[in-house]
C-alpha cells in the first residue's frame, strides 16, 4: 500500500512538474511575444481641443487672469492625461466582464464593457497587422468610463463624427482575446497649437499669456519639481507635472518670451522676443526640448526666430521624433531639411489649421504628409467649427486614424498604436501583368504626347496607340488660383490638359455614371494668398454644381466612383497625394511613383464618391 502511494506521488509530482515546465514555457512565450510586440509598436495620442478662448484678445489683462484662462484648458488637458493612463485598459475589460456577469439584470445578457476601453485592447492588438479596420478610426470622446451594452460597432457619421466611439469595421483580436500586451498605457501625447492661450491677439495684448522659456540646450530642468527656480513659467510647470503623472511623453504648444539685449540687432523695441513655441517634457517631466515656429500664419503677437529650429527629440520606445507646428508643414524649413538630414521618421504636429477645400483641409495634408515622406505624423488640431478649424489624425504611411467633425463642439481623443518603423506605399509596377488599365497607362507613357506651354488650349502632338478624347478646356478658380480645366465626361476615357509646361493627365474608367461634374485640372505658379509658395497641381475633383465656375468650389460630398490614373510631368520630388472622399473620408491609393520622368497616382474601387484625387507639387526654391 506505500509503494503504491509512493508511485502514485510521484507520478502526480512528475505531472505537476510537467504542467509547470509547461505554463513557464507558455509564459515565457508570452513574455517574448510581448516584448517583441513592443519591440515594433507603441501607443501614441493625440487630442483636439476646443479650446476656452478671450473674450476679447486684444483686451490687457494681468498675468493672473490670464493664467485663470489658461487653467480651464490645462484642466482639460489633465483630463486626457489622467483618462489615457490611469486605467489599464486590457485588464480591465476582464475585470468589467466579471462584474457584469454579477449584475446580468441591468443590460441584455448582462455583457457591458465601457465602449472605449474594449477598442483601445482591439486596436492595441489588431494593428500588429498591416491591414487597417477600413476607414478606421480609434476615438475616445471623453475621459469618463461609462457603461454601454456590447453591440454592433458604432458607425462612422457623416463628418467622421461618432455618438460613442468610432471603431470602423474591428477583426478578431489577434490570438482571439481582448487582453493583450498594451497594457503600459499611452507612451506619448500631442496637444494643439494655440490650445493653451489661444489666439488673435497683439503683441501687447498676449504678454501676460506667455512663460519665460529657458534654452533646453543651456539648461537641464524638470519644471515640475524644480518650480521655483525661474519666475513666470506657471503653464511649463504643470505641463511638467502632467507628464510625470500620465508618466508619458507629453508634447503641448504655448506663448513664450525671451528677453534681448538692446545691442542684438534682431530684439524688437520692446527688448524681448515672442515665440510660438512647442515644447517636450519626457515622461518623469524633464524640459526635453522647445521648437518656435518659423512659418507664421498671421499671427502679429509673435516673433520668428532668427535662426531655425531643426529640434530632434529621442525617446526609449520609438527612437527620433522631429517637431513643427501648422503652417510650417509647407514650406523646406525647417520641414523638409528636418525630414532629409536628420533622418526623422516620426513627427509630433501641432496646428491650428482652417480647412480649405478642396485641396488642402487638415486630414488631407496630414495623410498625404505621412504618405509621401513614409513617416508617422501625430497631429494635433484646435476644434473650432465656426472658424473652420476641425481635422486631426495619427497617420502612418498606410492607414490614418482621423477626426473631423463640424457639427460636434466637443473635444476628441485618439489612441492608437502605431509602427516604429513605418512602412511606405508600393510603387512596385509588377501590376501590369494583371492589371489592364495599369498596362494602357504604361503604354501612353511610351508615347506620351507633347504639349504647348499655352494654357489656352490644349495642343498635343505625336502619336499614341489610344485616343486623346479634346473637351472643352476652361478656367476656374480654386484655392484663389486660376486653374487650368477640363470636364471628365463619358464612362471612360483619357484626358490631358497643360499649363505652364505642366502636364496633367488621366486615364479613367466609372463603373456608374452620376450627373455629377467632375474635371481634370492643372496649376503652375506662384500661389499669393494666404502665404506665399509655388506650386504645381494635378487635381481631378467634383465640381460644386454643373457649371464649369463651380469647379473649385468647397464640396464634402460625392456619389462619382472611378477607377483611375492620375499623372503629371512634375519638375519637383516633393509632391502630396491629396486624397478625399465623401463625407470627409481619407483613401489610400493603390500605388505611387515614379514612370518614365512622370509622377503617377493609381486607384479603383473606391468606397465612396470622390471628392478630391490631387498630387501637390512644391518647388521650395521658387518660393
Not at 517583441?36 to 501614441?44: K, N, T
Not at 490650445?195 to 543651456?218: A, C, E, V
Not at 514650406?331 to 477645400?357: C, G, S
Not at 502630396?576 to 474601387?605: A, C, I, V
Request: aromatic share 12%.
Amino acid at each position: 500500500m506505500l509503494r503504491v502511494m509512493s508511485g502514485a506521488c510521484r507520478r502526480l509530482v512528475l505531472f505537476l512538474c510537467g504542467c509547470w515546465v509547461i505554463a513557464l514555457g507558455v509564459h515565457a512565450g508570452r513574455r517574448l511575444g510581448v516584448e517583441h510586440l513592443q519591440a515594433e509598436f507603441y501607443v501614441a495620442a493625440i487630442y483636439e481641443h476646443p479650446s476656452v478662448l478671450s473674450p476679447n484678445p486684444l483686451a490687457l489683462v494681468t498675468r493672473q487672469e490670464a493664467l485663470e484662462l489658461m487653467t480651464q484648458n490645462l484642466d482639460v488637458y489633465e483630463q486626457q492625461i489622467t483618462g489615457t493612463h490611469f486605467w489599464s485598459p486590457c485588464q480591465t475589460v476582464n475585470n468589467l466582464r466579471r462584474q457584469s456577469r454579477q449584475n446580468q439584470a441591468q443590460t441584455d445578457k448582462g455583457r457591458w464593457v465601457p465602449v472605449f476601453v474594449k477598442a483601445s485592447c482591439l486596436a492595441r492588438v489588431s494593428h500588429s497587422r498591416q491591414e487597417g479596420w477600413g476607414r478606421g478610426e480609434i476615438s475616445v470622446p471623453d475621459v469618463t468610463v461609462r457603461k454601454y451594452p456590447v453591440g454592433k460597432p458604432i458607425t462612422k457619421g457623416k463628418f467622421g463624427r461618432p455618438s460613442a466611439l468610432v471603431v470602423g469595421r474591428p477583426k478578431p483580436a489577434v490570438g482571439g482575446s481582448l487582453a493583450g500586451p498594451w497594457q503600459e498605457g499611452v507612451q506619448i501625447i500631442v496637444f494643439p497649437e494655440d490650445g493653451i492661450h489661444g489666439f488673435n491677439f497683439t503683441r501687447t495684448s498676449i504678454y501676460p499669456f506667455l512663460d519665460f522659456m529657458p534654452s533646453p540646450q543651456l539648461v537641464r530642468w524638470n519644471p515640475c519639481l524644480e518650480p521655483h527656480r525661474f519666475n513666470d513659467t506657471e503653464v511649463l510647470q504643470r505641463l511638467s507635472c502632467m507628464a510625470i503623472k500620465g508618466d508619458m511623453f507629453l508634447v503641448a504648444n504655448l506663448g513664450t518670451k525671451q528677453p534681448c539685449h538692446r545691442s542684438d540687432p534682431g530684439c524688437p523695441n520692446d527688448g524681448r522676443y515672442q515665440f510660438n513655441t512647442n515644447v517636450v517634457f519626457s515622461n518623469n517631466g524633464t524640459l526635453v526640448d522647445r521648437y518656435r515656429k518659423h512659418n507664421l500664419y498671421f499671427e502679429a503677437a509673435f516673433d520668428t526666430p532668427l535662426k531655425v529650429d531643426h529640434i530632434v527629440f529621442d525617446t526609449p520606445f520609438a527612437g527620433k521624433f522631429g517637431i513643427f507646428t501648422c503652417f510650417d508643414i509647407m514650406f523646406f524649413e525647417p520641414t523638409i531639411r528636418l525630414l532629409r538630414d536628420y533622418d526623422v521618421k516620426h513627427i509630433v504636429y501641432p496646428t491650428a489649421w482652417m480647412n480649405q477645400l478642396p485641396l488642402l483641409a487638415a486630414i488631407q495634408i496630414q495623410s498625404a504628409f505621412a504618405i509621401a515622406f513614409g513617416v508617422n505624423i501625430l497631429a494635433a488640431n484646435i476644434h473650432h467649427p465656426s472658424l473652420g478649424m476641425t481635422g486631426s489624425g495619427i497617420h502612418t504611411p498606410l492607414k490614418s486614424f482621423w477626426y473631423h467633425d463640424m457639427d460636434n463642439p466637443e473635444g476628441h481623443l485618439i489612441i492608437t498604436q502605431i509602427p516604429r518603423n513605418p512602412l511606405g506605399l508600393g510603387t512596385n509596377n509588377a501590376t501590369v501583368d494583371i492589371d489592364p488599365s495599369h498596362r494602357k497607362f504604361l503604354k501612353l507613357l511610351a508615347g506620351d504626347p507633347y504639349c504647348e506651354k499655352d494654357a489656352q488650349e490644349v495642343h498635343c502632338d505625336g502619336a499614341t496607340s489610344w485616343d486623346v478624347t479634346t473637351p472643352p478646356v476652361f478656367h476656374s478658380e480654386m484655392m484663389y488660383d486660376n486653374f487650368t480645366l477640363v470636364p471628365v465626361w463619358g464612362r471612360e476615357g483619357y484626358l490631358q490638359v497643360c499649363a505652364s509646361g505642366l502636364c496633367c493627365s488621366l486615364l479613367y474608367q466609372r463603373p456608374t455614371l452620376s450627373t455629377e461634374l467632375y474635371a481634370l485640372g492643372v496649376f503652375h505658379g506662384l500661389h499669393t494668398v494666404h502665404g506665399t509658395y509655388y506650386i504645381q497641381v494635378c487635381a481631378l475633383v467634383k465640381c460644386g454644381g454643373l457649371g464649369f465656375d463651380t469647379c473649385g468650389q468647397e464640396i464634402t460630398e460625392a456619389t462619382g466612383l472611378f477607377d483611375f490614373h492620375l499623372w503629371g510631368n512634375f519638375s519637383t520630388p516633393n509632391i502630396f497625394p491629396l486624397f478625399l472622399t465623401s463625407g470627409m473620408t481619407l483613401e489610400r491609393p493603390d500605388q505611387l511613383g515614379w514612370e518614365n520622368e512622370h509622377y503617377f497616382l493609381r486607384k479603383s474601387r473606391l468606397t465612396s464618391g470622390l471628392v478630391t484625387a490631387a498630387l501637390y507639387g512644391r518647388l521650395y526654391e521658387r518660393d
